[in-house]
């Protein structure tokens, strides 16, 4: 049975999709939809029939963007993962009850274990794909590329930058607020 208001999902887009919701499999023509990502908002018109619309995300990826070249990946990558390496030391310093955690960045892989029973986050570079790798203990691995027009990692599955996620995890971890929007290419 599907709630009266409206649900909000994200889907990966190919045209004539189907899609599970609810344990019922439904098809949806998504002839206008061009972007591998959209917004769909489905509302329930009877038991039988669905609507739904989509809303492009606008957004370019680092790998379909042309104009991030290989030189300024790297640099814009090497900033990003130099910032979170510092904040983390930050973070670990100020958190008395992470006294066995430790912070490591080398050659492109930062590590951060948090001991037990937190885990251990992995941030690295991809530089054949151009994007940011991260393995969390919490959500799992996740390749984030860069936006250019928002300048900040994103998943593109999701739409949550790096920055943000971090922010979600992370805070429960330090169990205290923390702001990675103090980092280089931030967006929470």
Request: include cysteine.
């Amino acid at each position: 049975m599907f709630p009266t208001k409206y649900l909000k999902l994200q889907l990966l887009i190919n045209r004539n999709k189907l899609i599970r919701i609810n344990r019922k499999i439904h098809q949806i023509n998504l002839n206008q939809c061009r972007l591998p990502i959209a917004t769909a908002t489905t509302s329930l018109l009877n038991r039988k029939n669905l609507t739904l619309k989509c809303e492009n995300l606008q957004k370019k990826f680092s790998t379909e963007n042309e104009s991030l070249d290989s030189i300024h990946f790297e640099k814009v990558c090497e900033e990003t993962l130099e910032s979170l390496t510092e904040y983390f030391e930050e973070l670990i310093e100020n958190a008395k009850h992470l006294n066995e955690a430790d912070v490591s960045y080398s050659s492109g892989v930062l590590t951060v274990d948090f001991g037990l029973p937190y885990g251990i986050y992995v941030i690295n570079r991809q530089s054949p794909n151009k994007q940011i790798w991260l393995s969390s203990p919490t959500s799992g691995p996740k390749r984030y590329n860069f936006v250019s027009e928002e300048n900040c990692w994103v998943y593109k599955h999701d739409g949550v930058s790096l920055h943000q996620l971090l922010q979600e995890e992370i805070t429960k971890i330090v169990g205290a607020e923390v702001d990675f929007n103090k980092c280089t290419f931030s967006k929470v």
